[in-house]
């Protein structure tokens, strides 16, 4: 079973390193010759069958993950879980999906004639996770979903796989601090996301997060190729919430934030 999930995790990752090759650099500049480990892998959906957020979690939960912590975000309209292996060296999985009811009836429209394209047994497929899209949207309708959420445009331009890898900070030789990590990659050229401030959360909340902005990647639309936003690199720290354990959940509010590192701002 380790095997399958430690396969699943080297194919999500190469891919990610596709449309991420900033993350190479991080590798080297934090690493410096020692592994990194990750702290969590997040995936983005829609609530619409046959691609709900329960539906990723299959994947997950067919080589052993446990459901863990429910999720909400109110403004950016999206609910979400994440989930936990028994092994805690294995990464934890954060699964987003969009509540497109709460959307006007054109991005509603928009992602029901996306999603009717993908059938039911791709998403069963061992490389659903990291299929990219299913279907081809014009730069016109990306802009136009981008308008009302980044989240929809998103998913419209990269489909699935996944929107971001993070460094488990508790592990990184040489790093006692997020502040510390965060100052070594500004220091080599990478822009952080400010949104809410450079760390979001803190001690009291168990869990500091930071972010790099997303890479840039063309995207080949039905009618031309831009490059847009595609993914980033995050940064965890967990606390103890009792002796010897770490918090091992998430906090909304600074999740939120973090969503904003595919902005194109």
């Known amino acids: 079973m380790s095997q399958q999930v430690e396969v699943l995790f080297e194919n999500l990752w190469q891919d990610y390193l596709s449309r991420t090759p900033s993350a190479k650099r991080v590798h080297q500049i934090l ?21 709900g957020l329960e539906v990723l979690a299959q994947h997950f939960l067919d080589l052993g993950y446990k459901e863990g912590g429910d999720y909400h975000f109110e403004a950016k309209k999206l609910r979400a879980k994440h989930f936990e292996h028994e092994d805690p060296e294995l990464p934890k999985v954060f699964i987003s999906e969009l509540m497109t009811a709460e959307f006007s009836d054109e991005l509603q429209s928009k992602v029901k004639d996306m999603v009717a394209q993908v059938s039911v047994e791709d998403t069963k497929k061992s490389d659903f996770l990291y299929s990219g899209t299913h279907w081809k949207v014009s730069y016109a ?7 009302e959420s980044e989240y929809a445009a998103w998913m419209a331009a990269f489909g699935y796989c996944a929107n971001h890898f993070t460094v488990s900070v ?55 190729t831009v490059e847009i936003p595609s993914c980033f690199y995050e940064f965890a720290k ?22 904003e590192s595919t902005n194109a701002k």
């Open 31 to 51: 690493g410096e010759g020692h592994p990194i480990v990750n702290d969590h892998v997040a995936f983005r959906t829609f609530d619409i069958s046959p691609v």
């Open 141 to 147: 309708d990306y802009q136009s979903l981008l308008e």
């Open 170 to 224: 508790n592990q990184l030789p040489g790093y006692k601090t997020l502040e510390q990590v965060n100052q070594k990659l500004k220091d080599n050229g990478f822009k952080l996301n400010a949104s809410g401030g450079e760390i979001k959360g803190s001690p009291e909340v168990y869990l500091e997060q930071s972010s790099t902005m997303a890479d840039r990647h063309p995207v080949e639309f039905s009618d031309k």
């Open 238 to 259: 967990r606390y103890e919430i009792e002796d010897g354990k770490l918090y091992t959940g998430f906090v909304a509010a600074s999740a939120d934030k973090i969503f």
